[in-house]
């Protein structure tokens, strides 16, 4: 299994800082085998970025979009428009569920829509804080997971990546907590237990889980040996260039 390093730029850089960015880190890295880099900007700049990127080294994902592919829906942009563009697109991120009050059904339309237009869905699940304080976060991750995944055929279910992200540990959230890698492993194993018992050992072997909440270089390297994580999906450091290339680099030498 390839190992993910997953920049979500969230709503950061105007146009012209993504391309300048874009073009230091394709400057700094080098194509590695077994590694997929891949970076999430803001929707206004993919396009541009689509010209510029070199696919062998980084990919693009979406952050968002809507699940119809086309018609009367003024103000969204489909999957379908960004097939293109993207090979990955991040959904139910909790900061779309929270936020924006995305539901696990508008998740699973989305999840369906990426499949549907050939773009690997990164489904985002976590517990909050109370959540996990009430001791319900094997229930939250069990009802994102498969209110996310549902719609899927047990063939495609092969096409998707999971993105464990405990809310409480993202760096933006008030109150944040570093989250250990005990913590981490915890969930992860629980995620490819809920995985095994639903859809089988060969599906669950085939979908990597990733792992998202304050990663920086100092913590990525323990996060990355955790068992079951295949990845990381990087929000704040992502966006220091320095910082996103020192995880690179420590994912690479891992591997090798
Ligand atoms: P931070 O790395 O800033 O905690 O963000 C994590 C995240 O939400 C990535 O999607």
């Known amino acids: 299994m390839k190992t993910y390093i997953v920049g979500n730029w969230k ?37 541009s970025l689509s010209l510029q990127v070199d696919r062998h080294k980084i990919k693009l994902a979406a952050q968002n979009f809507y ?18 563009l ?45 959540e996990r304080d009430f001791g319900e976060t094997k229930d939250v991750l069990r009802d ?4 996310g995944l549902s719609d899927v055929s047990a063939e495609d279910l092969k096409k998707v990546i999971i993105a464990y992200e405990p809310v409480w540990a993202i760096s933006s959230v008030k109150g944040a ?14 995620i490819h237990k809920q995985l095994k018992a639903r859809f089988g050992k060969e599906v669950e072997e085939q979908i990597p889980v990733l792992y998202g909440g304050s990663v920086n270089p100092s913590n990525a390297g323990a996060y990355l040996t955790i068992p079951g994580v295949n990845g990381l999906l990087i929000g704040g450091s992502s966006l220091i260039a320095d910082h996103f290339v020192d995880i690179i680099d420590l994912a690479k030498r891992l591997r090798s």
């Open 144 to 147: 994102q997971l498969f209110g």
């Open 11 to 47: 709503m950061n850089l105007t146009v012209g800082e993504s391309s300048i960015y874009l073009h230091k880190l394709l400057k700094r890295l080098k194509q590695a085998r077994g590694l997929e880099v891949v970076v999430a900007p803001s929707l206004i700049a993919i396009q």
């Open 67 to 84: 699940h119809q592919d086309y018609g009367a829906y003024t103000g969204e942009v489909s999957i379908s428009q960004l097939r293109t």
């Open 177 to 190: 907590r570093l989250a250990s890698p005990d913590d981490i492993a915890t969930s992860v194993d629980l």
């Open 86 to 130: 993207v090979d990955y697109a991040i959904v139910g991120h909790s900061e779309r569920r929270y936020i924006f009050k995305e539901t696990d059904k508008d998740i699973r339309a989305k999840v369906a829509a990426a499949i549907r237009n050939g773009v690997t869905p990164i489904l985002c699940i976590g517990e909050t804080a109370s």
